[in-house]
């Protein structure tokens, strides 16, 4: 079975802080994605990456980034976390198929709370 | 992007079918429509995935019509455990990668 795998479940920063969200996967699939998710708004897709050290914005970046230096390993980093960053991160992975999209893969999530 | 429609809710009992439609006016030539389930504290699963007509598979129907503008994913004979919020998503694979965009689902809850 595919496996990703997210380092922290849960985690709690304050304003102003680095925070580093590790998410790895053992199926050596070529995208990976990060999103967010708040209630009622369904997930929100933060970045993606499509291949090692390729990076593409999703719709909602702003006071994030990322990094892939590893096929297996993407990692989204707050560079200066605030409060309304609070919220669910859900890494995927996947494979790119010829037509269609491949099958999303996700971590079990970190919770992350910004005090 | 394509985006979807879902209604926000809906309430089943158990052993009943379900079906949940999806609205998806601007879809592209090129787009797949996928459907996933999601459970309190997890991640999101895949449950199907189509492109025209009926797909089947053991868990759920997708009934896709001629002009692809909506399509209704259907549990046949729901549990207890089918209560999760359903999503679904439209897009295609490119070079250079791809956007997958969930809007905001639809939970079921089912009763007994």
């Known amino acids: 079975d595919v496996k990703v795998t997210q380092s922290s479940r849960y985690l709690v920063k304050r304003t102003g802080e680095k925070v580093f969200l590790e998410c790895v996967q053992d199926?050596?699939?070529?995208?990976m994605f990060w999103y967010r998710q708040d209630p009622g708004l369904g997930l929100r897709l933060i970045y993606f990456?499509?291949?090692?050290?390729?990076?593409e914005k999703g719709d909602i970046p702003e006071g994030y980034s990322v990094s892939r230096e590893k096929k297996e390993r993407f990692s989204l980093i707050l560079e200066s976390a605030s409060t309304n960053q609070t919220s669910m991160y859900l890494c995927?992975?996947?494979?790119?198929?010829?037509?269609?999209?491949?099958?999303?893969?996700f971590g079990e999530g970190s919770r992350l709370t910004v005090l | 992007l394509a985006k979807t429609t879902q209604p926000i809710s809906m309430d089943s009992y158990e052993g009943q079918e379900v079906n949940i439609t999806c609205s998806h006016n601007?879809?592209?030539?090129?787009?797949?429509i996928t459907w996933y389930q999601q459970f309190p504290s997890q991640g999101p699963r895949f449950i199907i995935q189509?492109?025209?007509t009926k797909v089947t598979n053991e868990v759920a129907s997708l009934f896709i019509p001629a002009d692809r503008k909506s399509s209704t994913l259907s549990l046949p004979r729901v549990s207890l455990s089918d209560t999760a919020v359903y999503y679904c998503?439209?897009?295609?694979?490119?070079?250079?990668?791809?956007?997958?965009?969930f809007g905001a689902g639809t939970r079921l809850f089912v009763k007994a």
């Open positions: 995927a992975s996947s494979l790119t198929e010829r037509g269609g999209t491949g099958e999303l893969f």
């Open positions: 199926m050596d699939h070529e995208n």
């Open positions: 990456s499509y291949d090692v050290k390729m990076k």
């Open positions: 601007n879809i592209a030539t090129n787009d797949y």
């Open positions: 189509g492109y025209k």
């Open positions: 998503l439209v897009g295609a694979s490119g070079t250079g990668g791809f956007k997958t965009i």
